[in-house]
RNA sequence: GCCCUGAUAGCUCAGCUGGAUAGAGCAACGGACUUCUAAUCCGUAGGUCUCAGGUUCGAAUCCUGAUCAGGGCGCCA
């Protein structure tokens, strides 16, 4: 077992390992070990393991967890345990075990947060816009969920490969190039470069819908560029700068950084290897001119994956990409964060990925669409919220609150813990549900700076720092570390005990692809940070008392940031 | 028509691989700032976990069916 061991692991390795042998049971009996509880006086974990075996054990639950406790060794971390119910065994770590743990936690650069992904790569591509198209409060998930995951996958040990795989080659270019030499305007364009490509798109569009001739053209445009036209390709490359510029300032202002910034485009000239794989392997056949996949016997619909003019599709630039992925980087797997209306479309392709023999670890997390409250939202209907005008929205409200709290401040400290603070508040608003439940949009919920929002847990940390700052001015000598933590109070008590399960919240948020489950343990612990703070004296504790609490507040507030820093949340020491 | 999701307090949402009386926040009501930051804390109230079956010692959780809602299903990505 790793050194660092919770008390959840080495309890469960416990319990497992004796019952086998106690009972003379195989590695399938099922699950022996033990669960956190959910109360308090059914002690800290608990072994459900009795009720399981009575049928095969042909034995009472309650006798064989009786069995358990006599013949056990006892390890010494566990204070008592006693049966319950039906059979439950519950379990009560010493506080001296406790306090022990979070001194050795503490000293670790990871919080006793395992490195397995040491060795191992990971590609997470998540965000992936759309060229010439502002982002949206449409693309906050896939940014802040995909970011979250990626940091907590770096934290974990793994080499993680951050790609914004954008959409940066289509049919929608041909338009864009009509549109553009038509009737773009070059004073939109330095003021807000994509928000005018985006009207030139518009504008371009609902002129094709009754102009068939523009059609026609927009056709050879797009023909054009895919042969090669300089003068296109030029155009092209443009749209794409001046896109990702845009895009970074976004990402700028969410925290979020990619290693690589590889759009479809980057994978054209592999599409017609893919096609002939295919073939190669009788995968792909002619249907109405176009060449598709059948996925019957898959249980799914069939996949085109040549247009019947001769045009590549998404599957066919997501095969390739994933054929070059592999073959540059070798990742253990690969990540995709998107909506939920891709989930067929991923289901197809790692099925062909598979039939191909690219031997990928292929994972597709899906989060809900968003939506308003009146309908689903979209350019065409005009009610769309762009990205930047609700992160200046977050931003402003915040100012308000920090204006009213700390009218002392400078102006430009103000701003800044503006941002953080009203950044912060969007992000854990996304972060802090599951990300495949749907989502509604509201002004309210996204500005949250009330109770479970991420200014609740900056605030609990900077009210941390604080404590800890005071206390180095009154006792400029103590060092802490020389002190010994000691547990009497019982909120102390479940902080500890809280404390302890950072690592099972990072492991579960990454295995599972959810950030919420680490921001809900952030939030939880958060509370009871708070009752703590408010109900127990550490400064005017007495001493010996005073620097234990003080240790146990440095330890919160490093778990505070760090768990606070997976999910791309700042903590700023003053709020 | 077929497939994928979801339905939990007035509202917004948690509830991990089945475990003990289903939890938060907001809103409502009642308390706590001469005391370590009240963006906080303490308390009250609020539930037939959509419905009907099934599996199980035990179901909000797993299975089947129904209802409602969202999404997807050959040349968009």
Redesign the pocket.
Known sequence: MRELATFEERLSAWTTETMAELFSLDETAG?L?V?????E???DY?C?????L??TLKTA?RQIAQDFIDKAIVPEFIEKM?I???????IFIRNAALAEYLESIEQDEHLGVPQAGEGKTVIIDYS?P?VAKPMHIGHIRSTVIGNAIDRIYRFLGYHVIADNHL?D????FGLMMVGFRSFVDKHALAEAPVEELERVYVASYNKSKEDESWREEAKKELVKLQQGDEENLALWKQFIELSIEEFNIIYDRLGVKFDLYRG?SFYNKQLPGIIQALEEKGLAKE????L?VDLEED??????V????G?????T?DLATVQSRMAEFQPERIVYVT???????F?QFFTIAGKLGMNANLVHV?F??M?L?EA?FSTREGNVIKLAQLLDDAEER?LE??K???PEMPAEEQKE??RA?GIG?IKYTDL?????????F?W??AL??????A??L???F??I???Y??YHVLYPETDLSDCSINIEHE?ERRLAIKLGRFS??VI?AA??Y?P??LA?YL??L??IY????????????EEGTRESRIRICRITASVLKQGLNLLGIET????
């Not at 249980?299 to 085109?304: A, T």
Request: aromatic share 8%; hydrophobic share 30%; charged share 20%.
């Open positions: 699950n070990g669960t956190p509880t959910n109360n006086k059914f002690g608990q459900n393991a009795a009720m399981e009575a049928r639950p006693e319950a119910g039906p059979g439950f065994i519950n992936s759309n959409g080659w289509g049919t929608q479809e249907s109405d001119g176009a598709i249980g799914m619909p069939i996949c085109i040549r247009k019947s003019d045009g590549y599709n998404y599957a630039t909506d939920e209306r891709q989930q067929l479309h289901k899906w809900g669409l939506r409250p689903t915040a609150m920090v009213a709290s700390s813990l503006a603070i508040a802090s549900q599951n990300p495949q439940s749907l989502v509604t509201t309210e919920k949250n700076m009330e109770g479970n929002s200014p609740y900056q605030y609990a900077a009210r720092s604080s404590v700052d005071k909120i099972a919240a579960a295995s599972n959810r919420n489950i809900d939030y939880e958060s509370q708070s009752s703590f703070y408010q109900n127990v004296p550490f400064l005017k504790a700023p020491d003053r709020i």
